[in-house]
């Protein structure tokens, strides 16, 4: 993580009047119990389109990782990109024939020449770095979901890796969002909040704000933000994340349900600040009551001894 978030749990940050620091429920630091844990709203992965058997194998690993199925949902997701590699390298093969049918029957050799490198570019790089990346959530997910935490960081690792070649993309937020998730799970909320917020801010500039996707981070940053004990932007992140899902979904949605969860269980927390005001120092007097340092005259007749009537 960077320098500047390293210490944000620790640090006081005074605006105005009050004192920001995390503040926990009990003196000895621990999170009550009785608190529970925020949700966080998992990232939807969705199949590229594949060609025909391909595409049933995808559906069927698929399918035995809702059934809990979890090692013939690895070993079907691991054939299905096996087969989509050999079928990507039969057309490379295929593209390279034609190329050299086409130079024989008398055509252009330079169009032969540039048709020719891109065959063994094909070959060299069987399938683009966005197949890579979804078959790689989707093993970490299947991995995740069988209590592997360690196996699925390490192809969100890779997945990273892979969406890194993908900047200006919006997949290129996906593996720092499945990171900060698995991280979170394992307790490390100050690291998942720096993978969540590097996913916001590849998917503010690709998508915007007031897009379902931006507003899941908005609410699994709130869910760090909780569980590090900084109420006050926890709040502010969970009604960004309602305020999202209630334009785009409604009221009735999962999404918008499990972020009114968080943020109504937030606001029963004691508040992290404290409120102080500055030492009151005495008004002056203005110098228009100061008195002056003149005499006053005493009263008496003008002058001195009255006349005599006569």
């Not at 069987?126 to 197949?131: K, P, R, S, Y």
Request: aromatic share 8%; with cysteine.
């Amino acid at each position: 993580p960077d320098s500047d978030d390293e210490d944000e749990t620790t640090k006081a940050v005074k605006i105005g009047d009050r004192l920001f620091v995390p503040l926990p429920e009990k003196d000895d630091g621990n999170r009550p119990a009785s608190l529970g844990i925020p949700c966080l709203i998992r990232e939807q992965l969705y199949a590229p389109d594949a060609p025909h058997p391909v595409g049933p194998l995808m559906e069927t690993a698929l399918i035995h990782h809702n059934a809990a199925r979890h090692k013939a949902a690895v070993e079907t997701y691991l054939l299905a990109l096996s087969t989509w590699a050999s079928i990507m390298v039969e057309n490379s093969k295929n593209l390279v024939s034609s190329d050299q049918a086409s130079k024989d029957d008398g055509d252009n050799a330079d169009q032969f020449k540039d048709g020719g490198n891109q065959g063994g570019g094909s070959g060299g790089s069987v399938i683009d770095e966005g197949l890579y990346l979804y078959f790689y959530i989707a093993l970490g997910g299947v991995y995740e979901s069988a209590g592997l935490e360690e196996l699925a960081l390490a192809c969100y690792s890779e997945a990273k890796l892979v969406g890194d070649k993908l900047e200006g993309q919006a997949e290129h937020a996906l593996a720092y969002s499945a990171i900060g998730s698995i991280l979170f799970h394992l307790g490390q909320h100050p690291v998942a909040l720096h993978f969540f917020r590097r996913s916001l801010g590849i998917r503010e500039s690709t998508l915007g704000e007031v897009h379902m996707d931006t507003g899941l981070l908005y609410n699994n940053i709130g869910a760090c933000f909780d569980m590090l004990n900084r109420v006050t932007e926890a709040i502010e992140s969970f009604s960004r994340a309602k305020d999202v899902f209630q334009y785009g979904y409604g009221l009735s949605h999962p999404r918008t349900s499990t972020v009114l969860r968080n943020l109504s269980r937030v606001k029963t927390r004691r508040f992290d600040f404290h409120v102080s005001f500055a030492d009151r120092k005495p008004t002056p007097c203005p110098p228009v009551l100061v008195s002056d340092d003149k005499k006053k005259k005493k009263k008496g007749k003008k002058g001195g001894k009255g006349k005599k009537k006569k």
